[in-house]
């Protein structure tokens, strides 16, 4: 059976403390993982990665993927509160586009 | 801006009716679009894949009885929960990509509350 598992599921941190959460996969076919921060309504995307050790980083975000360990790191650095959110991390899987996803990481940054 | 529309965001309803719930790209064309549902503290779940112009690929355990989607035009796809329950009370969730090899972009969700 196809599973991403997130952690921490929860996590609450000062502005201005950096972060990392954590992704790891157990796909049958793997094409890529993909980063989502969800808020209220719909989850908008961070990332796409497909190759193992290149970092993909976009302000104070950053993610690498690691394909012979099988997961993936968010980082956030300089956390603002609205930051605050559920980071899911999802793996599509090849032949198919099919994502599945963890249960997310529920961040909270307190000012 | 958005690239997934999603209509509408939220439904209350009774028992025992049925909700379209429709989900477009916008200014593109999407022959594959993807239907989730997210229970309260879970992920999102994979329901079904809408297929431009053919019948939907549903995910084990999932009704298509239940659960019916149209997929009638390259920007459109429907689902429509038929003779809903309490317990289909959930988030539903569209996405679509634009291309191969690029990734989900998701509607705003629809809220779906059967009393």
């Known amino acids: 059976e196809d599973k991403v598992v997130q952690s921490p599921l929860s996590l609450v941190v000062h502005e201005g403390d950096t972060v990392t959460l954590n992704c790891s996969y157990e796909v049958t076919n793997f094409r890529s993982l993909l980063w989502y921060k969800q808020e209220k309504k719909a989850p908008t995307f961070l990332f796409m990665l497909?190759?193992?050790?290149i970092e993909k980083k976009s302000g104070r975000l950053s993610s690498i993927l690691d394909k012979k360990e099988l997961f993936s790191i968010l980082n956030i650095t300089a956390t603002q509160t609205g930051d605050s959110a559920i980071y899911l991390c999802?793996?599509?899987?090849?032949?198919?586009?099919?994502?599945?996803f963890g249960k997310g990481t529920k961040l909270t940054v307190n000012p | 801006g958005a690239v997934v529309s999603q209509h509408p965001s939220r439904v209350i309803c009774k028992s025992g009716t049925s909700v379209k719930i429709e989900c477009r790209s916008l200014d593109f064309q999407a022959t594959t679009m993807f239907w989730y549902r997210q229970f309260p503290k879970q992920s999102l779940m994979l329901m079904a894949t809408s297929n431009e112009g053919s019948k939907a690929t549903y995910e084990q355990g999932v009704e298509k009885d239940k659960f019916l989607i149209n997929h009638a035009s390259l920007t459109l796809s429907t689902l429509t929960v038929t003779s809903a329950h309490p317990e289909d009370s959930s988030f539903y969730i569209c996405s679509a990509t634009r291309q191969v090899n690029q990734p989900q972009h998701f509607g705003d969700g629809t809220r779906l509350s059967i009393l």
């Open positions: 497909t190759s193992s050790g």
């Open positions: 999802a793996v599509e899987l090849g032949g198919s586009e099919k994502l599945v």
